[in-house]
């Protein structure tokens, strides 16, 4: 949605849609317009509850019926498994799509990695395609004025542009960028602490590819599975940025991180968007 800056302050229901990898501050902002009247969004919360909330549970019991005393709690209907996600806690999502390699290791075959990584693609699409609809529930149900989207870092991975053309539509778009120094950091705590990540297709095989050759291995059994996370995901971090700011291009505006850790409540935020459309100072 292309805005002026007179636009966007008289806009009455500000409808924003937060677009950057995980880690540049999308939840935080989230958080802070949360506490005034803005409904949140989270993508990767309506991932969790709504499209893989089964496959996910199913995953978890699938590795407690390894455990006899479990297995047979679980058979006799003694016990119940359920799931825990929050806006805040997004694990069980994250531990779903895992991570490739050795089984031994608790990494995925090819086959079942992919699996896993078209299912979160097609349940990322349908969450941003029910944006419209928690549009309508924020105002109509709840009561809030304003809504945000907390979309997840791999939005511009989807290659989808129905959802493009439905979230612009219906909100801007805001791209918060990385500096240099705060690349850097992200960077740096993946490879402390490598978590699962969503790949296009393409991506991953290409990677894969070159990956198994630099370490010399034949199989993917064979791949440390924290080892490929640490050695990929500045590779996609990198090749998810011109994706980004096409779409910040097209159809929004950009903000960086160091403009970012300078917002404290909603009004230095929407002061910051105001600032980065046409007319603005």
């Not at 679980?74 to 359920?82: E, P, Q």
């Not at 090819?110 to 941003?128: C, D, G, N, S, Y």
């Amino acid at each position: 949605m292309r805005l002026t800056r007179r636009e966007f302050q008289a806009w009455r229901h500000k409808c924003i849609t937060l677009l950057g990898m995980s880690g540049v501050g999308k939840t935080r902002v989230a958080r802070i317009l949360r506490r005034r009247d803005w409904f949140h969004y989270s993508g990767d919360y309506r991932i969790g509850t709504r499209y893989l909330d089964e496959p996910i549970l199913d995953n978890i019991k699938r590795q407690a019926m390894q455990v006899p005393f479990l297995r047979d709690l679980l058979r006799s209907d003694s016990i119940y498994i359920a799931n825990n996600i929050t806006v805040d806690n997004l694990t069980p999502v994250s531990s779903f799509l895992g991570k490739l390699g050795d089984p031994e290791k608790g990494g995925l075959g090819l086959k079942e990695f992919k699996r896993r990584q078209a299912m979160h693609r097609e349940a990322e699409i349908a969450a941003m395609k029910d944006v419209p609809a928690f549009i309508r529930k924020a105002q109509e149900i709840y009561g809030y004025r304003h809504f945000v989207n907390d979309a997840g870092g791999s939005l511009c991975e989807l290659d989808d542009p129905e959802v493009l053309e439905i979230l612009d539509r219906h909100t801007l778009i805001v791209y918060i960028r990385a500096t240099a120094e705060d690349e850097a950091e992200l960077i740096r705590r993946a490879e402390e602490d490598p978590k699962p990540l969503y790949y296009r297709e393409a991506f991953l095989d290409e990677q894969l590819a070159v990956y198994m050759k630099e370490r010399g291995l034949e199989y993917v059994a064979l791949i440390d599975p924290d080892d490929f996370v640490r050695w990929v995901f500045p590779r996609l971090f990198y090749a998810r940025i011109p994706r980004y700011e096409a779409i910040a291009r097209r159809y929004g505006c950009t903000v960086t991180t160091r403009e970012l850790e300078q917002v404290r409540d909603e009004p230095d935020f929407l002061e910051l968007v105001a600032s980065k459309l046409e007319g603005g100072p």
